[in-house]
């Protein structure tokens, strides 16, 4: 019947792996076969180097931030230009690196493969979406040349509309453009992992990976229109006087923050959703086990994204929304958790009594267990109406979302670029260099936002370029801390680079792992199977993996 | 064999379907039929999106309205309801023809087709040219919100018994809330109706070309569910902007 079988590899084959002759990289040659492609794997691969430079510029501004931060005199830059600063390193990070980080790199790349597919749904409408990718990254870097915006990422009304005289329109265009890209992102995965799945590979066979990130896109395109339409107002407000946030003409600034957080809030989870289908993947193929409580975590994902969407009012507790109102979004908040919880307890149960192995990627992966968990909990804090009043606006809400974000989000990128390195490119990183690196970043991760949780406590507002000297001692340690962890974010930029010409030749499956990528050459062929496969085993099946490792292994021919 | 993945040969999958592969059909997809459920399916998923961005603004025109109601009914009563009921009845026609397009791409009838496409595009255009003319009559009457907005005519004619009697002056300022929101909400459907009728010129084109003579009419199709939904925002706007607010006792 059939005439070829894909059979999971169960001997190391890195000994004697070649490289395959024909690939998707060299299948066509030349900057324009790049630039109009419509192979995920290749727009994958756009998205990868565009997001790493803008990560990098978002970065310099954080650098900036923590340089001036560095003695309680405002002696580096004045306050405005320190306004612009963290306004920069706001949008970069949220709108163009940890929005699009997981899902437009690893998620183009993978989720065809993962489900059989030969492509995702709409190739050219992924390839457009880079493209709105990059026009919104530009208009990003003209507000920047222009001379910075100094609203701060949240565009808070009025101070955007009527007092600050910065780029704000130019970069409201930026985010709206870059909210195409990620809603057609979003739009894509949906319909691709409704129709295109391989025969056999149903909804409860897919990895978790898949699965996160379909919760995450449902948030794209059910949030980003909302964003959508509240920065056209707050453009049009701008450009021609009309006065649907202004108070003197009867608007409402607390509509705008409605508007604002119903998309931004719900952000978060877009962001971190699929940074937490990589844990899963990771977490199961370095235990040898399939994840336990498989439905649970497919459903929390799924419980995260619908509770997602009742709890941004928790931005407005002390912006004047009724007690009754704030009581309901507190509770809704702390609901959240339930969800986030089940992830980490079923992550620790698979762990248990696994066959646990230490790779980078599993690095990253514990780090992002015991970072997310921290940034997690402080949240219930936050959540917690009483709580909330005393620490917000100050450190404390700003190591909190980094925690979540830079701790939970970048761990989780992190892990996956190396995890799917060598399918994606072909080869393997160094080892022992790539495990200094992930421990440098956690080093310097916990010294940057550890000080900031105590800052926040003791009351640092957020946003000020001044502070009073006792502040400093924590202060300096934190840019300390930055520093390390600049250095561990280089570290990975050079070594991957060097790999991709001097890396060991990785083999189709160097982690002997059980997932439909990892049955196809590495890299993969442009159009993934020759042949599209039949799907009979339930995901992570390392079990029968590991019985089948004793005998030979048969092949349908 | 229970754990190895088997691969199905792509002509095997045609067999079962009895499949006639067309020029149209994309080579990652298995069958023409996965194919027109897949653009389906995202014209849908991409609706929703729309429902989501026009959902922010009817989201602010109810609380607003609930705010300054004396306002809004003094506003409302100035639009013109002749002209926003033919535009209603204009789009519907429009609608029906574009239905009809639809029935006849199924049927594989070409000229037909055409005819349909052509009939809608003019009710599409007859629609934009009286909401242009509204758009004019608002401009004469300083109806416009900004610097000239004149809010001398505003009266509120049944919240005060038989007398007609101007709002007080700071709710007469709030129709000016009401007048942006006409015109967010207005223009953001005409804008969707002046992108809708570029489409059309580009599917009229197609059809008399022949392209969705042969069986392959997810294009006409997914437009007809894009020019549906315009026609859907429509009926919302036209009873919440025109008509609910009249008479409020």
């Known amino acids: ?557 | 064999m229970a754990n190895t993945i088997a691969a199905h040969h792509d002509a095997e999958l045609h067999e079962e379907h009895e499949h006639v592969v067309l020029p149209q059909h994309r080579h990652h997809f298995e069958t023409e039929e996965q194919q027109r459920e897949a653009g389906s399916f995202g014209m849908w998923l991409f609706l929703l999106t729309e429902i989501m961005f026009f959902g922010g603004m009817f989201f602010a025109y109810l609380l607003y309205r609930n705010w300054y109601y004396p306002a809004f009914v003094a506003a409302s009563n100035q639009l013109n309801v002749p002209e926003g009921t033919a535009n209603t009845v204009i789009l519907i026609t429009s609608g029906f023809f574009m239905a009809l397009g639809v029935w006849a791409a199924e049927v594989r009838k070409k000229g037909l087709l055409v005819v349909f496409l052509i009939l809608t595009t003019i009710f599409g255009f007859a629609f934009l040219g009286v909401k242009a003319d509204e758009y004019h009559e608002k401009w004469e009457k300083h109806h416009i919100p900004g610097a000239s907005f004149d809010v001398k005519e505003f009266i509120n004619p049944a919240a005060y018994g038989l007398h007609e009697e101007p709002l007080a002056p700071d709710m007469a300022q709030k129709t000016q809330v009401f007048f942006f929101l006409y015109f967010a909400m207005t223009g953001m459907h005409a804008l969707h109706m002046i992108i809708g009728l570029a489409l059309l010129f580009w599917l009229t084109w197609r059809a008399h070309k022949g392209d969705f003579s042969s069986g392959y009419v997810a294009p006409i199709e997914n437009f007809g569910l894009y020019w549906h939904f315009v026609d859907i925002v429509w009926l919302f706007l036209f009873p919440l902007l025109y008509l609910i607010n009249r008479h409020p006792l």
Request: charged share 10%.
């Open chain 1, 1 to 557: 019947m059939s005439a070829s079988t894909y059979t999971i590899v169960n001997l190391p084959d890195q000994a004697t792996a070649t490289m395959p002759k024909r690939h998707y990289i060299n299948n066509e040659h030349g900057l324009l076969s790049w630039l109009f492609t419509a192979d995920h794997k290749r727009i994958a691969m756009l998205y990868l180097m565009s997001i790493t430079f803008f990560f990098f510029i978002g970065g310099a501004f954080a650098g900036l931030i923590r340089l001036e931060l560095l003695t309680p005199q405002p002696d580096l830059v004045a306050s405005d230009t320190y306004n612009k600063f963290f306004t920069m390193h706001g949008i970069v990070m949220i709108f163009l690196f940890l929005v699009p980080s997981v899902p437009a790199t690893l998620g183009n790349f993978l989720i065809p493969i993962m489900l059989g597919a030969k492509d995702l749904a709409f190739p050219k409408i992924n390839l457009l979406s880079w493209y709105l990718y990059m026009a919104g990254g530009m208009f990003t870097l003209a507000a920047l040349v222009l001379g910075g915006v100094d609203t701060g990422w949240t565009f808070t009304t009025p101070l955007s509309t009527h007092y600050l005289n910065t780029h704000v329109v130019t970069a409201a265009t930026a985010i709206f453009i870059a909210g195409f890209s990620s809603i057609f992102t979003g739009l894509n995965f949906i319909v691709t992992i409704h129709r295109m799945r391989a025969p056999g590979m149903t909804w409860f066979r897919m990895p978790l990976f898949v699965w996160a990130n379909y919760a995450a896109s449902v948030l794209m395109v059910l949030g980003t229109p909302v964003l959508a339409i509240a920065i056209v107002l707050v453009a049009l407000e701008r450009l021609i006087g009309i006065g649907v946030f202004d108070p003197t003409k009867g608007g409402d600034p607390l509509l705008f923050q409605h508007l604002f957080w119903f998309y931004s809030h719900p952000a978060v989870y877009i962001m971190i959703l699929p940074g937490m289908g990589v844990i899963s993947e990771v977490i199961s193929t370095f235990s040898r086990k399939r994840v336990f409580g498989y439905t649970a975590v497919a459903f929390s994902s799924v419980a995260i994204a619908v509770f997602g969407f009742f709890v941004w009012a928790h931005h407005m507790f002390i912006m004047g929304v009724s007690n009754y109102s704030a009581l309901v979004f507190s509770l809704l908040t702390m609901l959240v958790a339930v969800p986030s919880a089940i992830k980490i307890f079923n992550w620790a149960f698979t762990l248990q009594k696994g066959s646990i192995t230490f790779e980078t990627p599993m690095l990253y992966a514990f780090g992002f267990m015991g970072l997310f968990t921290i940034g997690g909990l402080t949240g219930v804090f936050l959540g917690s109406l009483g709580m909330d009043i005393h620490l917000t606006e100050t450190y404390f809400i700003v190591a909190h979302f980094h925690f979540v974000m830079v701790g939970g989000m970048l761990m989780a990128f992190l892990a996956g670029i190396h995890f799917w390195w060598p399918k994606m490119t072909g080869r393997m990183y160094p080892e022992s260099m790539s495990k200094l690196a992930a421990v440098v970043t956690f080093i310097g991760f916990n010294l940057t936002f550890l000080p900031q949780f105590i800052l926040g406590y003791l009351g640092m507002p957020r946003r000020y370029h001044a502070y009073p000297q006792e502040y400093q001692v924590l202060n300096v340690l934190s840019t300390a801390g930055a520093t390390v962890l600049g250095v561990g974010y280089l570290l990975p930029m050079l070594y991957l680079a060097w790999s991709l010409k001097y890396g060991e030749i990785a083999g189709d499956n160097p982690w002997q792992a059980t997932g439909l990528e990892w049955q196809i050459q590495s890299p993969p062929l442009t159009e993934n199977f020759t042949e599209i496969p039949v799907v009979d085993y339930e995901a992570y099946d390392y079990e029968w993996l590991a019985n089948k490792t004793e005998h030979e292994v048969t092949t349908v021919g």
